[in-house]
């Protein structure tokens, strides 16, 4: 008896121990939704080393051509549409050789990412059929997204394709090609929360974004526009606000650490907003 007794008391501690670290941690929630407005506009363009002109010459030539051929349309179905995207292999660094050196963030998805050692992702797909068409070897150099354009900066790689928004201080370290994709930031909650629900604009979505206190946490990319927008940035024409910046490496981990009640909402780009959110709930 004193056993059974011995038992269910340690039961017992386990359970409040559990209920405990919950209340601490937060509300968990398994799904996700997309509040559907655009809280910024941005454009998305390639950064090329500022040591070759000629590299950014070609790149634009490329970019035109896609779109006037209809392949950047096709590559852009693989990952929106009904097509299937295509692997793309990455060569090994050697300097012996013509290689295309393109820096990136594969946690990016639909634009680039990683299923076991291949890549995939509209960038990466643009980024082999662009070394295809220089006539040169691809290799990707797979980093933290606010070390890419660092990387290229430094002439460690020959090209920044990492979902990259065009902006002034981006510009010390790289070319910008012209622009490829139009973009904009989401805002990512849990699928119970009804926050925002009542709102009909973006205006809206910003004006209760901006009453909330420092008690509330917001999830970014580290060195994205969504790190801008919440912690303000005056390039950008962004005030910032009261509530507090979490960083982390990928969009896919701060939406799972918002799921844990961990933080309370996440502010990231659109496309891996939806892409993150149908995984998630799918």
Request: proline fraction near 2%.
């Amino acid at each position: 008896m004193k056993k059974t007794l011995r038992i269910f008391a340690a039961v017992m501690a386990v359970m409040m121990l559990v209920l405990c670290f919950t209340a601490c941690a937060g509300t968990a929630s398994s799904k996700a939704k997309v509040i559907e407005f655009k809280l910024t506009e941005e454009e998305y363009a390639f950064g090329v080393d500022k040591n070759q002109p000629e590299l950014l010459e070609k790149a634009n030539e490329f970019i035109a051509k896609i779109k006037a051929d209809g392949t950047f349309d096709d590559i852009c179905d693989k990952y929106f549409g009904d097509g299937t995207p295509t692997a793309v292999k990455s060569a090994a660094l050697d300097e012996s050789k013509d290689q295309l050196v393109v820096a990136t963030n594969a946690g990016f998805e639909p634009f680039e990412y990683m299923i076991g050692e291949d890549y995939y992702g509209i960038d990466l797909e643009i980024a082999a059929l662009f070394a295809q068409e220089l006539g040169k070897e691809l290799v990707i150099s797979n980093m933290d997204f606010d070390a890419v354009c660092l990387s290229v900066g430094q002439s460690k790689a020959d090209i920044a394709m990492a979902g990259l928004t065009i902006k002034e201080d981006r510009k010390e370290y790289v070319n910008f090609t012209d622009k490829y994709y139009d973009a904009s930031q989401m805002l990512i909650v849990p699928a119970d929360d009804t926050t925002f629900d009542a709102c009909t604009s973006a205006d809206e979505v910003a004006a209760l974004l901006e009453e909330l206190d420092d008690t509330k946490k917001i999830g970014v990319q580290q060195g994205t526009t969504g790190q801008f927008y919440v912690d303000g940035d005056e390039s950008w024409g962004f005030a910032g606000l009261t509530a507090k910046s979490v960083g982390y490496k990928s969009g896919s981990l701060a939406v799972n650490d918002m799921l844990n009640g961990n933080i309370d909402y996440v502010i990231i780009d659109e496309a891996p907003a939806h892409c993150i959110v149908d995984a998630i709930n799918g």
